[in-house]
């Protein structure tokens, strides 16, 4: 989950959690930057950047020739998800914290009144977002250990069908999940003050415990990483035992191969992304409150686990160039004005003929990105 840590909130919520609007919770640099201000300034670049790569992702994964199997599906649905997760993050973690923007924390102003916009109503669409795009990297993780570790099954349950009705599922469940966040805060539009709502965990203890903490703890990291690590553990022990038999693979097979390392860095750098995050949410729990809004420490840790999550959304753009030739193939195309009709044409060609090679061992090809 992403995390607020400064709101133009009213005196009494400002005092508990000690924002920016008060004297003691700005932490400066000799230059007058608080905090909060510097990571803004950091992740704003890192999010224009997270913005154009997805935007090209969807693209690419839009084609035809690229769609219609599991995984390009798959990764076409995870770029839309974590655009939308840095479209939010962008007002929401970074431009209303640039101190340089007119009307910067003026009561009234259209920053803060759009800023206060963001929190109450585009954080949780953000939230909601972030969750989606969990569960579409263990949707990922699945079909993986099911191609590597059970080829065989892997055309029955793997199915473009059974992909889609998953992805609903997810969204479905995401978005009944992430539903109460449109009642932790509560603003005035004409001013701009917010007010906290559930997330004030003195007066919602309930909701403190057993929702952003058990239940988020479990549902957004326990569950998907206990999945994600039993498959990814199994994925790269089959995989290290196919680098011995390396010379009896087909073409094909080590083109699978390479689709599987692809999804399984972005699956490790997923679960690297989210460390920070998941020890804020048990620190939290341990002292009964919001502890980054307390302590410097917590509060400078609570920053760098949000700009991982921001990291791990733009990334994927440079680990599909990395990885992925035909991802490659389709920007050269379009660079070059060639035709993606041809290129799709090449495509199935390549297939069809890989398909008659190795139909003589009895080996089904699965579809690589």
Not at 170 to 190: G, H, K, Q, W, Y
Request: overall charge positive.
């Amino acid at each position: 989950m992403l995390n607020i840590t400064s709101l133009p909130l009213n005196s009494s919520a400002s005092d508990e959690y000690m924002l920016p609007n008060t004297t003691v919770s700005t932490l400066s640099n000799p230059h007058g930057f608080s905090i909060n201000e510097i990571f803004a300034m950091i992740m704003l670049p890192i999010i224009l950047v997270g913005i154009f790569g997805n935007t090209v992702s969807i693209f690419v994964y839009s084609r035809k020739h690229m769609k219609k199997s599991t995984v390009g599906f798959l990764l076409l649905s995870l770029s839309i998800i974590d655009l939308i997760v840095l479209l939010t993050a962008l007002p929401t973690f970074s431009l209303y914290k640039l101190p340089f923007l007119p009307g910067y924390q003026k009561i009234g102003s259209f920053h803060t009144i759009l800023s206060a916009f963001c929190i109450v109503y585009v954080y949780p669409i953000g939230c909601t977002a972030k969750m989606t795009s969990q569960y579409i990297i263990v949707l990922i993780a699945v079909e993986r250990w099911f191609a590597v570790c059970r080829p065989l099954q892997v055309q029955v349950w793997c199915t473009l069908r059974n992909t889609i009705r998953a992805m609903i599922y997810i969204v479905v469940i995401a978005v009944m999940f992430n539903a109460p966040r449109f009642l932790e805060f509560t603003a005035d539009l004409s001013t701009g003050i917010v007010n906290m709502g559930l997330s004030h965990s003195a007066n919602n203890k309930w909701y403190f415990i057993l929702y952003y903490g058990i239940r988020s703890i479990f549902f957004d990291t326990l569950i998907p990483f206990a999945v994600i690590s039993v498959t990814n553990i199994q994925v790269i022990a089959q995989l290290k035992k196919s680098n011995e038999e390396r010379k009896l693979l087909t073409t094909q097979q080590q083109k699978d191969k390479k689709t599987t390392t692809m999804l399984l860095v972005m699956v490790i750098l997923y679960a690297s992304c989210h460390m920070f995050n998941t020890s804020l949410k048990f620190v939290n729990l341990i002292f009964k409150t919001y502890a980054q809004f307390q302590f410097t420490l917590f509060r400078v840790l609570h920053h760098i686990s949000n700009l991982l999550l921001v990291t791990y959304s733009m990334s994927t753009f440079f680990i599909y160039l990395i990885f992925s030739v035909k991802y490659r193939q389709v920007i050269a195309a379009v660079v070059s004005c060639r035709n993606m009709e041809e290129l799709a044409t090449n495509s199935s060609r390549g297939r069809m003929k890989q398909v008659k090679n190795t139909s003589s061992n009895g080996y089904k090809p699965i579809k690589s990105v």
